[in-house]
């Protein structure tokens, strides 16, 4: 059984429905209730089980009501993908605070309020997989993305240090950090600097992947075995600059 957080379009959407025709129960959260609804209804109308909440990653309250949801539909928990995620790069000079903000809160609280959520279970049960969205730009630097880049660092750092943790404390939580590259999701529309965003749509006209490639990677990380030590994955075309 899996939670989905950012479930109503892009890589969200491609997991949900990716893992449930391999026959995972998923729970799919995010803001638009119309999309959700959709995407549920699809799944389940192709033989799959799925639920789902509207809910703002940034509200802990929420995420402790998709956790309780899926331990009342489904009996349980075994693995949370936190996927939701801003992408409205422009110049620091621009000072775009509204936008830094928003991102540090979805970003960064986002991640920390699910894993608020479901960690207790987690450890209550010495059992469960955090999966988390990053991005290349958590890997290195690149004009635009200061504060972008900056809540994805932080992803990839929480994400390790929870993996030691786990390890330390025997709670036996496994870990795995999605390192995308360009891929064609609804992010590019969240940007509002006007010089950025030109340069972001070439980008991704030139070197764009689907959102699908995304999914296999995340049903490949939830199939490894459990005494696997693989925890990164970076994901994009061979010919991408990065």
């Given at each position: 059984?899996?939670?989905?957080?950012?479930a109503?379009?892009?890589?969200?959407?491609?997991?949900?429905k990716?893992?449930a025709?391999?026959?995972?129960?998923?729970?799919?959260g995010?803001?638009?209730?119309?999309?959700l609804?959709?995407?549920?209804?699809?799944?389940?109308?192709?033989?799959?089980?799925?639920?789902f909440?509207?809910?703002?990653?940034t509200?802990?309250?929420?995420?402790d009501?998709?956790?309780r949801?899926?331990?009342?539909?489904?009996?349980?928990?075994?693995?949370?993908?936190?996927n939701?995620g801003?992408?409205p790069?422009s110049?620091?000079?621009a000072?775009?605070?509204?936008?830094?903000?928003r991102?540090v809160?979805?970003?960064i609280k986002?991640?920390?309020n699910?894993?608020?959520?479901?960690?207790?279970?987690f450890?209550?049960?010495?059992?469960g997989?955090?999966?988390a969205?990053?991005s290349?730009?958590?890997?290195?630097?690149?004009p635009?993305?200061a504060v972008?880049?900056?809540?994805?660092?932080?992803?990839?750092?929480?994400?390790?240090?929870?993996?030691?943790?786990?390890?330390m404390?025997?709670?036996?939580?496994?870990?795995a950090?999605i390192?995308?590259?360009?891929?064609?999701?609804?992010?590019?529309?969240t940007?509002?600097?006007?010089?950025?965003?030109?340069?972001?749509?070439?980008?991704?006209?030139?070197?764009?992947?689907?959102?699908?490639?995304?999914?296999?990677?995340?049903?490949?990380?939830?199939?490894?075995?459990?005494?696997?030590?693989?925890?990164e994955?970076?994901?994009?075309?061979?010919n991408?600059?990065?």
């Amino acid at each position: 059984m899996v939670i989905i957080t950012g479930a109503s379009s892009g890589i969200g959407e491609a997991a949900a429905k990716r893992l449930a025709k391999e026959g995972a129960k998923v729970v799919l959260g995010a803001r638009r209730r119309d999309r959700l609804a959709k995407i549920a209804g699809a799944i389940v109308e192709a033989g799959g089980e799925a639920v789902f909440q509207e809910m703002d990653v940034t509200r802990q309250s929420d995420n402790d009501e998709i956790v309780r949801l899926a331990k009342e539909t489904f009996g349980g928990v075994d693995a949370i993908f936190l996927n939701a995620g801003l992408m409205p790069s422009s110049p620091v000079s621009a000072l775009k605070t509204d936008e830094w903000n928003r991102m540090v809160d979805v970003n960064i609280k986002g991640v920390l309020n699910g894993v608020a959520a479901v960690l207790p279970t987690f450890i209550e049960q010495k059992s469960g997989q955090v999966i988390a969205t990053s991005s290349v730009a958590g890997l290195k630097a690149y004009p635009n993305g200061a504060v972008y880049g900056g809540t994805k660092w932080f992803v990839r750092e929480f994400m390790e240090v929870l993996r030691m943790e786990s390890a330390m404390e025997g709670t036996n939580i496994r870990t795995a950090t999605i390192y995308p590259a360009a891929i064609r999701t609804e992010l590019l529309d969240t940007i509002t600097d006007g010089q950025a965003a030109e340069a972001m749509h070439g980008l991704y006209e030139k070197f764009g992947i689907s959102p699908e490639r995304i999914a296999d990677v995340v049903a490949f990380a939830l199939d490894l075995p459990e005494d696997t030590t693989v925890n990164e994955f970076t994901v994009g075309p061979a010919n991408q600059p990065w």
